[in-house]
């Protein structure tokens, strides 16, 4: 099991910037895939929708079509640490954000516990 720590959330205004990391103990794998997802207020947990991606091997990135412009994400493999800078946010992008790592064929998949980004307008 892979463990993920999420932080660096809270509270911004509309507009504004924040910078979420996500620490993992993955070191051994020879590729996965690391993401964001968001689960908004008053979303269950199996609508959780995801943000952006990267692949471990070769970088390549995926992001949901209502962040692209926004939000950047990168994977420091040196530091072994996922990070997401959200820029111009809108209260729209409220929600608890979670990091997951998953190995291409499912075999394994671990969550983080989630960290709240809160919007004000």
């Known amino acids: 099991q892979v463990q993920l720590v999420e932080s660096g959330g809270g509270l911004v205004q509309a507009g504004g910037s924040l910078r979420l990391s996500c620490a993992t103990s993955?070191?051994?794998?020879?590729?996965?895939?690391m993401g964001w997802y968001r689960q908004p207020p008053g979303k269950d947990r199996e609508e959780r929708e995801l943000v952006a991606s990267i692949m471990g091997r070769g970088g390549g990135t995926g992001y949901a079509d209502s962040v692209k412009g926004r939000f950047t994400v990168n994977l420091d493999t040196a530091e072994n640490a996922l990070y997401l800078q959200m820029n111009n946010l809108p209260p729209e992008d409220a929600a608890i954000y979670y990091c997951?790592?998953?190995?291409?064929?499912?075999?394994?998949?671990?969550w983080g516990r989630g960290n709240q980004v809160v919007v004000s307008s």
């Open positions: 997951r790592f998953r190995t291409p064929t499912a075999q394994v998949v671990s």
């Open positions: 993955a070191r051994t794998f020879s590729n996965y895939e």
